[in-house]
Structures are given as C-alpha cells and as structure tokens.
C-alpha cells in the first residue's frame, strides 16, 4: 500500500501547506523530520507568507538574505507588511525583489504613503494583486497656497491595475473636509477596473464631548448618469454619508411606530441630512440599482434600505456571508427573501434574523455569530437577545454543518445555563465555539452570578467535551468564553465609575492540542486573553496547586526583585481572571 513518502511534490505540497495552516508544530517538529525531501518542502512552505514590518530594516534584510540564499523567491505566495511609515530601505528591497518572487499572489501594504516605484514595479507584474489601504484619523489638511501638497494612496492609487482590495477608514468634521477623502476616492473606484475587495468607513467622530451632527451639505462619491465601481466581491459598508437630491421621503422599507414585534423600524434616512446629491432621488437608491451586485460574496452593512430594494436583492446570487452591525427588525425580511443560501450570518440578535430565516439558511450554513453589547437598562436578558434551549436544539439539527459558532447566554437564579450548554455540546460538526455572559452592568453592586473565572471556564469545558465524548463525537477545538460585553460609555466629561465594566470584564481561551495523540490524551491548554503569558502561567500554577495566584505573584516578584518575571503582570486583571469581578461599590476608580 502507498504511503505518504511516494507521493510526488505537486501532491505532498497542498497537504503540507494544510498542515501549515492548521498544525505548524506537527510539520515543523514531525514531517520535516522524516526525510530530506519532507525537510525541503517544509522549509519551502515557511515562507509561503512573509509578515513583516518596514521600519525593521534589518529583519527584512536577514530574511531576504535566507530566501536568496535557499533559492526559495519562487516560494513566497502572500507578504503582509505592518502598518509603520511609508517608505524606507525595507521597502526598497522589497521593491527590488518584486520580479524574483514569481509565486507571488498577494501583497498587503498597511501604509498610507506607498512608494511610487514599488507602485510602478507592480504595474509591470500583473499577476499580483495589491491590498492597500486609505486611512485619516485625524482632521484633513487642505493644501497651503502656492505648495505641492504630499502625495498619498488616495493620490497614487488612481487607475492602478494591480489594486484588487481597498480598505478606506476616514474621520472628518466638516463637509469640505470630507471631500477631500471621497472627491479621490471616486476617482479611485472608477479607474481601478480590477477592485474587487472595498471596506468603506467614512464617518464623523464618535465620542469625545462633542457632538458632531450630519453634514447639511452633500459629501460623497456623488455617482451619475451610470457611473459605479467595478463588480465587487466584498463590500463592507459600514459608514458612509448617504446623500439625497432634496429632503427625504420616508423610507420605503420602515413605517412608523413597531413592527408586530414591538421593534421600531430603524432607517438611515431617519438620520439623513446630506442635501445635494448630484442625481435623482436618493443615493442608496442610485447604488442599489446601478451597481453591478451579483458577483458579491459577503456583504456588512449598517442598514437594511439599499440590500431591500428589489434591484440590489434580486442580484445577490452569490452572496454567501452577511453581517449587519445594527439591529433592525427589517433584516428578517432580508433573509428571507435573498436569493442565495448562505453560509455565515452574523447579526447582533437571534430575533433579527429569526429561526424561520435562519433555518431557510440551514443546510449551507457553517458559521453563524449572534452577539450584542450589554445596556445600561438591563435588557440584555430579553428574549429577543438570548436563545433558549428548543431553539438551540432545533439550529442544532437543521444546520448540521455548523463548525464556528458564537452567541449570547444567559445565568439566572446563580445557575449554569447546564442543559444549553449541553445542547451546544450535542452539535455534529462543531469546532469552534465562542460564549458571552453578562457582567451586569445595569446593577454594577451585584455583577451577575455564577461568576466566569479561570477554573469555571475550565470545568465547563471539561464538561462539554464529556458530552461530545459521549455522543461519539469530535471534541471542541477551541472554545472561548468571555464575561462582559461593555456598552459605550457615551460623550461628554464621563464619570471614572463608567470604566468599571471595562475593568472587570475577561475572557478565556481553552484550545485542544494541535497532535492527534494530543487529542486522543484530551490535552489543551487555558488561558486569559487579557494576561501575558506568565500571568497566565500564574493561572495554571494555582489551579493544579490550589494557591492563591496573587500570593505566587508576590513571591516571584519577592524573588525576582525589580524587573522580575512577575513584574508586569496586569494584577487587576489576574484578580478578576481568579475571583471574578469586584461589585461596582467596593471598586475603586483608577487610571
């Protein structure tokens, strides 16, 4: 019988990049050991994808240095480069190495200002496909008189052939100042044919003690006669200043007052105020019917308006992941009645989508993310918000392909949710599963009961993987649960007792072991998110001890003197990882 060792490299190579992907020990400290084929393709995978940073010259010196050496440029498949300044030696070397890098595909670029002639390299390598990115943070700056103003991506990026994704976040104050991100910006999306990935999030400042309205006048792309972006494969929308040709009609997908669930209909053009659009009608109504939608993939979106009109519903053939940001009783209509059967749903209630649409969506459906924020009314344990146990059977044996899952649950009377969380657990094809409790913020003096901590996180995953053990089925992956889900804090000079939520929320981590004999041993690893690594081995120290993890602090902080390894250990946050959170009134205010 053929092994593994008498495949050929055109075969072995796809198999051992899904080893990379999803076990690199395995083939970094296994595979690579068996043979000098095996050890060759290992180390040929290693730099499938390059991550760097183009301020570190000399990491990006050394690492090119070993490509050339090993006669590897052919290797390299994706280069992922951090966001850091925009030009330097780093990028010039890596403009230089361009045409050696014939398996190239994709090059993520997180700078604002990229080098023209690494631009102009690339307009010679057609078969790389550009990610680039457009970001403001701050006020724009109009160009002073009788100056050349700095050239960034929104300058040099226009009709660019290579530019396939484009990722534009911009925060401006006023509208002249918006339109000098969308005036280019439009220029941008009609030259660059080969665009296919657009995330938009053009918007006023959120918080601060200002409060900036909409702009009375028009600033967007202000698309006519026909004008749109190429076909796109991913939009993520999730701000943008819609404008209208006069003042609005009321939204054709809303009608006053609540819905039959009591939700009220939410619509943007409740919030609209951007008078002077340069067309008919209304600009959602211009993109909904104008835009070319049925090579689109996955869609997020804010409102339910411009995906409801029947020109943009009726092309959503290809659609197959959905996010909505808000919440808004009109998405139920959307999944309803789109054309296409989904494969991710991520919203922020169960009732928006409901479990008719979500069952309509069942047999293609592996990913599935149900999560809101807590409020400070206390209305997170509605049934709108959380699921009970019937539903959750019922997702369960209509959507049997489900592998990631997230969603909201709820503790009452101080019990564990046992019999949901056993539901969960019965899930076929299950993998990964992320819980969100609630802290409690509407009453901060009583923080809501069984607390998460460091050991209940650990008992409850022990307990799933019992379940799954006994139905024959595959243990979880990766289980994350995580206690606090904070709201906003507001505007405005804000209280210092309004941070205590963010204090005193955690979340953990559990992962199986990445080898099969890790698995069949039922080996994982625990840990907080929001420690370091030695904080976390403080954990697992008191948990197989029983001591108390401030106390190991304190002795290795007494041991180690200043600088020692538990010297910068988050202490709050190990104390809440241990005892859970401290009651609103016996907490004390801080930095």
């Known amino acids: 019988m053929p092994s593994l060792t008498d495949l050929g490299p055109d075969i072995l190579l796809p198999i051992l990049s899904l080893l990379q992907a999803t076990s ?7 595979i690579a050991l068996v043979n000098r084929q095996f050890r060759a393709l290992a180390r040929s995978i290693r730099f499938y994808t390059l991550d760097f940073d183009s301020s570190d010259d000399a990491h990006v010196h050394g690492l090119f240095s070993a490509l050339e050496r090993e006669h590897l440029w052919h290797t390299v498949r994706t280069i992922m480069v951090s966001r850091t300044a925009g030009s330097g030696p780093a990028l010039d070397l890596l403009t230089t190495a361009l045409p050696q890098m014939t398996g190239l595909r994709d090059l993520h670029i997180a700078t604002n200002v990229i080098p023209a002639p690494l631009l102009d390299t690339l307009r010679t390598l057609p078969r790389i ?8 943070s701050h006020r724009p700056r109009r160009p002073k008189p009788n100056t050349t103003p700095r050239e960034t991506n929104l300058q040099r990026l226009r009709a660019h052939p290579n530019l396939h994704a ?23 999306l009609l030259t660059c044919v080969n665009l296919r990935m657009l995330r938009l999030c053009i918007a006023q400042p959120s918080g601060g003690c200002v409060i900036y309205g909409p702009t009375p006048e028009y600033c967007g792309f202000g698309f006519v006669d026909g004008e749109a972006p190429p076909p796109l494969e991913v939009l993520l929308l999730e701000d943008y200043p819609f404008g209208h040709e006069d003042s609005p009609p009321p939204s054709p997908n809303s009608n006053p007052g609540s819905d039959d669930d009591g939700d009220v209909e939410d619509s943007y053009y409740s919030k609209e105020n951007q008078i002077g659009y340069p067309a008919p009608g209304s600009e959602i109504d211009y993109w909904a019917s104008t835009f070319t939608w049925s090579s689109l993939r996955r869609l997020r979106i804010y409102h339910t308006d411009m995906v409801l009109h029947p020109s943009m519903l009726h092309q959503l053939t290809s659609l197959r992941e959905v996010e909505f940001t808000a919440s808004l009783a009109a998405q139920r209509r959307f999944f309803a009645s789109v054309p296409a059967s989904l494969e991710r749903i991520r919203t ?8 008719t649409g979500l ?9 599935l993310e149900m999560h809101c924020a807590e409020d400070w009314r206390s209305k997170w344990l509605e049934a709108a918000l959380v699921l009970d146990v019937d539903c959750l059977s019922v997702i369960g044996g209509r959507c049997p392909h489900l592998v990631d899952l997230e969603l909201d649950l709820a503790r009452e009377g101080g019990e564990w949710p046992f019999e949901a969380l056993e539901a969960l657990a019965s899930f076929p094809r299950l993998r ?58 507001g505007r405005g000079l804000v209280a210092e007792e309004a941070f205590w939520p963010c204090y005193n929320s955690t979340a953990f981590r559990c992962v199986l072991g990445e080898r099969d004999d890790e698995v069949a041993a039922g080996r994982y690893k625990i840990e907080c998110t929001r420690l370091d690594e030695r904080g976390n081995a403080i954990l697992r120290q008191a948990l197989e001890s029983g001591e108390d ?43």
């Not at 946050?573 to 009651?583: D, E, I, K, S």
């Open 432 to 489: 990964t599963l992320t819980l969100w409790f609630e802290l409690g913020v509407a009453d901060g003096d009583h923080p809501v009961q069984p607390y998460v901590t460091f050991t209940s996180v650990d008992s409850l995953y022990k307990r799933m993987q019992g379940v799954r053990e006994k139905l024959d089925l595959q243990p979880l992956r990766r289980l994350d649960v995580k206690a606090g889900a904070p709201p906003d804090v």
């Open 129 to 136: 496909r550009l990610y680039a990115q457009v970001a403001s």
């Open 549 to 591: 993890p401030e106390e190991i602090l304190d002795e290795e902080k007494w041991k180690g003197g200043q600088g020692g390894e538990g010297e910068n250990v988050d202490r709050e946050a190990l104390r809440v990882a241990w005892y859970g959170p401290t009651p609103a009134n016996q907490w004390e205010a801080h930095d």
């Open 166 to 188: 484009l990722d534009v976040e911009a925060m401006y104050y006023k509208a002249a100042d918006c339109r000098l991100v969308t005036g280019p910006l439009r220029e941008i």
């Open 348 to 355: 922020r209630r169960f009732i928006d989508v409901g479990l």
């Open 24 to 30: 690199p020990q395995t083939l970094h400290r296994s």
């Open 359 to 367: 069952m309509r969506h069942g047999a293609s459906l592996n990913r």
